[in-house]
């Protein structure tokens, strides 16, 4: 034999890499008992299964994935759908956040996370074109508005479903993982309240998003609890823009105001951008609740209070959901909801 040929399914530069055959002729069993070790079969005994993963790293065995989704039926991917502009993706550390807990939950598994940004109209039909076409595993949907129609359209495909925060329609039985917003708007309130503040607003959030409307009936709550009358409410799109411009709004019809609750940190960073603009000074002459906690801070290093909003734990748990959702298709899953907590900080207590 030339010095130079080599046995079929040696691993090695230029030589062909190891078949099934190879393995299994390795691990001392049969091609389909090494085929269900490598795909997660329970017919195997964990003797031949130890035998296969030692082959496995003798050999340098890749499975073939396209052969491995034939046999299994599963992609071997998940899909983020953010039905936002790429921009707003882009700019809001929000999305940073559920992009980097997602991956977290999937780090032990074989799955990997594909990223959808889709909005209303073309984007939203193409995206559920590629959802429904078998190269996702299930979907994680993400900053989900009243008239996109991901509950229903997705509930149709029987795909494994999970959202982060809570989906207008929670009859169709789609898990979700959220925040108590609703407790979150009163604890600003209650806070405000405590300090002696008296003539409040609130900046909100859009009145198409639960988490929006939910923050603002906790708000108002928590105002009627401290037995104070609710001021105006001026409603922007959790950007910084629109919380300056809400502002500017706001203070036009209520000068007096001595203290506002923006319903996202990016939003609070308006404000305050506005109340300087005025000569009014924070927290002195107005203080300022955010909603998230990005540990964000004004132009000259203001801290935040604001509630706490723990996304990346919150994304992971998403994760976590949608792999038990894939392994075990049709298995009931309870909504799992974080509490909400407070932490104050210069814009409210000097």
């Given at each position: ?103 977290e939950a999937l780090r032990g598994t074989d799955l990997q996370l594909v990223l959808l940004m889709s909005r209303a109209g073309d984007d939203s039909a193409r995206t559920l074109r590629y959802l429904r076409g078998g190269h996702v595993d299930g979907a994680i949907v993400v900053s989900h508005h ?205």
């Amino acid at each position: 034999m030339n010095a130079n040929s080599s046995r079929p399914g040696t691993p090695g530069a230029g030589r062909p890499s190891p078949t099934l055959e190879d393995l299994a002729s390795a691990a001392g069993v049969s091609r389909s008992t090494a085929s269900r070790a490598i795909n997660g079969g329970s017919k195997v005994s964990a003797h031949a299964q130890a035998a296969v993963d030692a082959a496995i790293v003798a050999l340098g065995y890749t499975p073939n994935r396209a052969a491995r989704s034939l046999v299994t039926r599963r992609a071997g991917s998940v899909a983020l759908v953010i039905p936002e502009p790429d921009a707003r993706v882009m700019m809001d550390p929000y999305f940073a956040a559920v992009i980097t807990g997602v991956n977290e939950a999937l780090r032990g598994t074989d799955l990997q996370l594909v990223l959808l940004m889709s909005r209303a109209g073309d984007d939203s039909a193409r995206t559920l074109r590629y959802l429904r076409g078998g190269h996702v595993d299930g979907a994680i949907v993400v900053s989900h508005h009243r008239a996109d129609d991901w509950v229903e359209t997705l509930g149709a495909t029987g795909l494994p479903t999970v959202f982060i925060g809570r989906p207008w329609d929670t009859g169709a039985g789609i898990p979700y993982v959220d925040l108590d917003n609703f407790e979150g708007g009163r604890l600003a309130a209650r806070h405000l309240a405590s300090l002696g503040r008296s003539t409040l607003a609130s900046v909100a959030g859009p009145t198409d998003m639960t988490a929006a409307v939910d923050r603002l009936d906790g708000w108002l709550q928590g105002l009627k609890d401290a037995g104070l009358q609710p001021g105006p409410v001026i409603h922007g799109d959790f950007t910084t823009t629109g919380g300056a411009a809400a502002a500017g709004r706001l203070l036009a019809q209520a000068p007096g105001v001595d203290g506002i609750f923006a319903a996202s940190d990016l939003m609070a960073l308006g404000v305050v951008d506005a109340l300087r603009g005025t000569g009014r000074r924070v927290p002195e002459d107005v203080a300022v609740v955010g909603f998230d906690n990005h540990a964000i801070q004004a132009s000259n290093g203001l801290g935040l209070t604001t509630v706490a909003h723990p996304m990346v734990d919150m994304a992971s748990a998403a994760g976590q959901l949608l792999a038990s959702a894939i392994g075990s298709p049709g298995e009931h899953m309870d909504p799992v909801v974080y509490p909400a907590e407070l932490v104050v900080r210069a814009s409210t207590v000097p």
